[in-house]
Nanobody, 120 residues
């Protein structure tokens, strides 16, 4: 089972940017859908973006126009570029595999997450 490790989080001011990285423990060239998701204390887990093996992305309405998801399959990496960050984006961000139905999370692939805090 391929597992993922997130990095790149930190403290950033509103309007700032961060790029999160997701490193896979093995090849992702056979994994059809991967995704970024987030969860803040007291809030439901939210899938923020997903991407197919061939590069087709999808985004939650809350991040459209601000976040970009992309994969480097040869390097076994996935990224989330976050621009125009808002305090509402504050959460622990995770990455992992999504089932080929496009929605089912494969929990065994998830990392421990990386914390993003947007505050002045």
């Amino acid at each position: 089972q391929v597992q993922f490790t997130e990095s790149g989080g930190g403290l950033v001011q509103p309007g700032g940017s961060l790029r999160l990285s997701c490193a896979a423990s093995g090849s992702i060239s056979h994994i059809v859908i991967t995704a970024w998701y987030r969860q803040a204390p007291g809030k439901q887990r939210e899938m923020v973006a997903k991407i197919t093996l061939w590069g087709s992305p999808d985004y939650a309405d809350s991040v459209k126009g601000r976040f970009t998801i992309f994969r480097d399959n040869a390097a076994n990496m996935m990224y989330l570029q976050m621009n125009s960050l808002k305090p509402e984006d504050t959460a622990n961000y995770y990455c992992g595999v999504i089932g080929e139905d496009g929605s089912r999370a494969i929990e065994s692939s998830w990392g421990q997450g990386t914390q993003v805090t947007v505050s002045s």
